[in-house]
């Protein structure tokens, strides 16, 4: 019998980034160490593995890490193909068009402070989200089709972003008004197994963005 990987992840509960890459992992069923990570006092274990960026998520396999969700997952998706369901689509056409889409959200993506600046583009964005749904979906329950992919966790893991968002600001970005497929896709996605498992309470992820919020206020004043 092989012997089991040592299977590391850095992460922080809160981080969309690391929460698309544990939905990854639960999406395959891999077993993994999960140490948290305090951002305001990164250890040397993070400085370590992510030298360049100094950021989680880091997942390190077998001693060596690979650092950026997009490479962690597909990292994943690859070292364990026979486990689980594919993440990223095995057609060459569905596989770019996903990539594509995936890169679109990471380059939207910004901090909460960042998104509180940005309201108008982040309802364009809703906007483009829905009719990259219509396009990918093909009638069908998620991006990827009957079950989630690498696009539904790319999505999905800024959801409680929008929702902090919500909480604090009153502001509505996938309602079903707007966008009625994106905000019936994220009601399935959010009922998940990998969703359940993984993303934190709101509640969670709120306290963190106002102590992030205290933070940089500190830090302006000195």
Not at 45 to 68: A, F, T
Not at 93 to 119: L, N, S
Not at 186 to 198: L, N, P, Y
């Amino acid at each position: 019998m092989a012997a089991k990987p040592d299977l590391k992840l850095l992460g922080m509960s809160v981080s969309p980034f690391v929460i698309r890459v544990r939905m990854a992992l639960h999406m395959k069923g891999v077993s993994h160490e999960y140490i948290e990570q305090d951002l305001f006092n990164k250890s040397e274990l993070l400085l370590e593995s992510s030298p360049v960026e100094k950021k989680v998520p880091v997942l390190i396999h077998d001693g060596k890490p690979v650092c950026d969700s997009p490479a962690i997952v597909q990292y994943i998706d690859e070292v364990w193909a026979a486990t689980g369901p594919p993440i990223l689509p095995a057609d060459p056409y569905e596989r770019a068009v996903a990539r594509f889409w995936t890169a679109y959200v990471d380059d939207k993506a910004a901090t909460e402070e960042e998104r509180t600046q940005q309201i108008n583009e982040m309802f364009a964005v809703m906007g483009q989200l829905e009719e990259a749904f219509a396009q990918c979906s093909n009638g069908k329950a998620f991006f990827a089709g009957d079950s989630i992919g690498n696009l539904d966790i790319a999505v999905g893991c800024n959801l409680l972003l929008l929702e902090v968002l919500r909480s604090m600001y009153g502001v509505e970005f996938v309602d079903t008004g707007r966008t009625p497929l994106l905000a019936a896709w994220a009601k399935r996605f959010g009922e998940t197994d990998a969703a359940r498992e993984v993303v934190p309470d709101v509640h969670v992820a709120v306290e963190y963005a106002k102590k992030r919020q205290a933070y940089w206020a500190a830090a302006a004043a000195t």
